[in-house]
């Protein structure tokens, strides 16, 4: 059974830093995506950031500059260094691994929330 399980959220004050990790268990296969999506209140969830296996990213626009996602994929674990942190990036924020082809799947983890104080 795959589970991801998100850890590293917490409060922090505007301006400051957060690590976000989301460990991968129960596979013998290699995701061909993992990202971190958010969910504010009251709002849709929206991309925040996703690697590929062969390491290649894409971040939401009011993320880039300001985030950093990678990825160990012999650990199945990826993370999200956030810095210059915004209160508008207060939302829960969600593991997703994908595995495309014959045996595709869309994983989410449970949700670790950010809060982000001004």
């Known amino acids: 059974q795959v589970q991801l399980v998100e850890s590293g959220g917490g409060l922090v004050q505007a301006g400051g830093s957060l690590r976000l990790s989301c460990a991968a268990s129960?596979?013998?296969?290699?995701?061909?995506?993992m990202g971190w999506y958010r969910q504010a209140p009251g709002k849709q969830r929206e991309l925040v950031a996703v690697?590929?296996?062969?390491?290649?990213?894409n971040y939401a626009d009011s993320v880039k500059g300001r985030f950093t996602i990678s990825r160990d994929n012999a650990e199945n674990t990826v993370y999200l260094q956030m810095n210059s942190l915004k209160p508008e990036d207060t939302a829960v924020y969600y593991c997703?691994?994908?595995?495309?082809?014959?045996?595709?799947?869309?994983?989410w983890g449970k949700g670790t929330l950010v809060t982000v104080s001004s």
């Open positions: 997703n691994a994908v595995r495309n082809g014959y045996f595709r799947g869309d994983y």
């Open positions: 690697i590929s296996s062969g390491g290649r990213v």
């Open positions: 129960g596979i013998t296969f290699r995701f061909d995506f």
